[in-house]
């Protein structure tokens, strides 16, 4: 029996409501993220069903770091999956019903993972046995700049995925699918400029992957069918106000094509508002002069069409800058 498996970021937040994985913590086998912060006394680790194969080679190369990604799902190995995934890790997936992306931490991804690998009961009752294999297919790489570091590409870079498709096959002859089906992105950073997670390297030639987006196209699905939110005032945010940072604050969520964003600009003189993809491609970009330091409103949308979808807004001013991504509607 096989069918759609419901997105990680459902599972991710059931697995914390008293979900226990079978069996005993193998020696060697790493301890639950958060143990000793704020684990659940009952919660112990799940054995191994078999071997962990032999570390792979560090990756080498944004894409091959998306191409490990799926190997270690494939060897059932949290400690590859704990090599690959730098500290700073989200993974973020769609909730249709509320058109809005749903986001999961390195600790609630290496959660949800080790229930995969090694099974889950709750109560006694087996709820997910441990995965017997799990088989991925990944083809149709393209690299591009990171919108979050468009100015730091031997850094930063996003993959995208068009093929990024799991199997999880269960004992009883029953499977079900990772995920969804359409195209993935990946953000990787260089080992000298990730944000390092136990024993990882800080090393140049090694890559790490820092986000991931699951379900784009089910968002833009959803954002199609919904109206964005034009001209809506923020009675917290006034025109002119002291601004001691940078910060970028949508006005509407989700917001509508034109953009309207409200700036905090700590300083006068020039600044530059641009507008990125997901993908890391450049939708619109603008200079405009700060007369005075404060709070002002600008269309970071204007002169395009922002189809629905989400998009990062990066501010720039001098050497600084703040990055915050939005999600536009029709």
Same mark, same amino acid.
């Given at each position: ?14 697995? +914390? ?29 799940g054995?191994?069903?078999r ?13 091959? /770091? ?12 949290l ?9 700073? @890790? ?13 986001? #999961? ?17 709750q109560?006694?009752? =087996? ?8 088989? @991925?297919?990944? !083809? ?15 850094? %930063? ?11 999880? %096959? ?15 992105? @990946?953000?990787?950073?260089r080992?000298?400029?990730?944000? +390092?997670?136990?024993?990882?390297s ?8 820092r986000?991931?987006f ?5 968002? =833009?699905?959803?954002l ?5 939110d ?11 106000? /002291? ?25 006068? !003189?020039?600044?530059? #508002? ?26 970071? !949308? /204007? ?5 629905? !979808? /989400? ?15 939005? #999600?536009v509607?029709?």
């Amino acid at each position: 029996m096989s069918g759609p498996h419901p997105p990680l970021a459902v599972l991710a937040v059931v697995a +914390l409501l008293s979900w226990v994985p079978v069996g005993a913590r193998a020696a060697g086998d790493p301890a639950p993220p958060g143990a000793g912060r704020s684990a659940p006394p009952s919660v112990t680790w799940g054995k191994l069903t078999r071997r962990v194969p032999a570390a792979s080679p560090a990756p080498s190369t944004p894409a091959a /770091a998306v191409e490990a990604l799926a190997r270690a799902y494939e060897a059932k190995s949290l400690p590859r999956l704990q090599g690959l995934l730098a500290a700073d @890790f989200h993974f973020h997936t769609t909730d249709e019903n509320i058109a809005r992306l749903l986001e #999961v931490d390195r600790a609630r991804e290496l959660q949800v993972a080790g229930a995969i690998f090694h099974g889950l009961v709750q109560r006694g009752e =087996v709820i997910q046995p441990a995965a017997d294999s799990i088989s @991925f297919q990944v !083809g149709g790489l393209s690299e591009n700049a990171d919108p979050e570091h468009p100015d730091s590409t031997a850094h %930063y870079r996003t993959v995208v995925a068009a093929r990024f498709e799991g199997d999880i %096959y269960l004992p009883g002859d029953r499977s079900y699918e990772t995920g969804t089906r359409g195209a993935q992105i @990946f953000y990787v950073v260089r080992g000298d400029a990730a944000a +390092l997670a136990g024993d990882q390297s800080a090393d140049s030639t090694r890559w790490y992957v820092r986000r991931w987006f699951e379900d784009i196209e089910g968002l =833009v699905a959803s954002l199609r069918d919904i109206d964005g939110d034009c001209d809506q005032a923020d009675s917290s945010l006034a025109q002119g106000a /002291a601004a001691l940072a940078l910060g970028i604050h949508p006005l509407g969520n989700p917001a509508c094509p034109a953009l309207d964003i409200a700036f905090d600009l700590p300083r006068s !003189g020039q600044a530059r #508002v641009e507008v990125f993809d997901v993908m890391g491609r450049r939708m619109a970009g603008q200079l405009f002069q700060v007369t005075a330091p404060g709070t002002m409103r600008l269309r970071a !949308g /204007a002169g395009v069409h922002l189809a629905p !979808g /989400a998009y990062w807004v990066r501010l720039t001013q001098g050497k600084q800058s703040a990055t915050r991504m939005v #999600v536009v509607a029709r």
